[in-house]
């Protein structure tokens, strides 16, 4: 399937400060999917999104379906050393029930 | 709600044997599950869609004989890696995705598969 183009790729923050990151796409899709990678473990889900334009948040977190539907950003406020990981976009098209992944977003966050 | 579990965590096996896999959805119904393998710090490449009660699809370049994909029941999908070879070595992911209700998918820890 298509891969999503996820930015930024890597982000080295302090603690406190804000996140943002974005997956892109060529075709639209019906459903948006943020989730969190720690090392040697399975993605856990965060942020599920199914309507255009829909906007989700899960405590410190925030997602929107872009109302194209062929992208979606995910906001992190007041960052927290935990927030550490790997985030991975992914969406599902209009056939199938297979997810394509973006690369990834790496955040580190230092105290 | 919502979880999935996978057994082994981890393996190590010796060049040439067979090593099964199971992902087990535990607290829902699961008609279709997937197989996903990663390899360090990059994203989850998909191998098939295992569907209960029927053959599994599998992606391009992925070899069916190789990685024997079986699904049993609403509940638990088994991958096996036939005759395993050091280039199998990798981390194996299944996600499950939930029948009734919102069409999410939740994944397993993954195993960690390592070929001597």
């Known amino acids: 399937g298509q891969q999503l183009n996820q930015s930024p790729q890597s982000m080295f923050i302090q603690e406190g400060e804000d996140v943002s990151m974005n997956c892109t796409s060529s075709?639209?899709?019906?459903?948006w999917l943020w989730y969190k990678q720690d090392p040697g473990e399975g993605p856990v889900l965060l942020i599920a999104?199914?309507?255009?334009?829909e906007l989700t948040s899960n405590g410190r977190l925030t997602a929107q379906f872009g109302i194209t539907r062929k992208d979606s950003f995910l906001n992190i406020s007041a960052s927290i050393p935990s927030d550490v990981g790997i985030y991975f976009c992914?969406?599902?098209?209009?056939?199938?029930?297979?997810?394509?992944f973006g690369k990834g977003t790496s955040l580190l966050v230092t105290p | 709600g919502a979880v999935v579990s996978q057994h082994p965590s981890r393996v190590i096996c010796k060049s040439g044997t067979s090593v099964k896999i199971e992902c087990r959805s535990l607290?829902?119904?699961?008609?279709?599950m997937f197989w996903y393998r990663q390899f360090p710090k990059q994203s989850l490449m998909l191998m098939a869609t295992?569907?209960?009660?029927?053959?599994?699809?599998?992606e391009q370049g992925v070899e069916k004989d190789k990685f024997l994909i079986n699904h049993a029941s609403l509940t638990l999908s088994t991958l096996t890696v036939t005759s395993a070879h050091p280039e199998d070595s990798s981390f194996y992911i299944c996600?499950?995705?939930?029948?009734?209700?919102?069409?999410?998918?939740?994944f397993g820890p993954g195993t960690r598969l390592t070929v001597l």
């Open positions: 996600s499950a995705r939930v029948d009734r209700g919102t069409d999410t998918q939740y």
């Open positions: 075709s639209i899709f019906n459903t």
């Open positions: 999104l199914y309507k255009a334009g």
């Open positions: 992914a969406g599902r098209p209009n056939s199938g029930y297979a997810l394509n």
């Open positions: 607290d829902f119904q699961a008609t279709t």
């Open positions: 295992s569907n209960e009660g029927s053959k599994a699809t599998y």
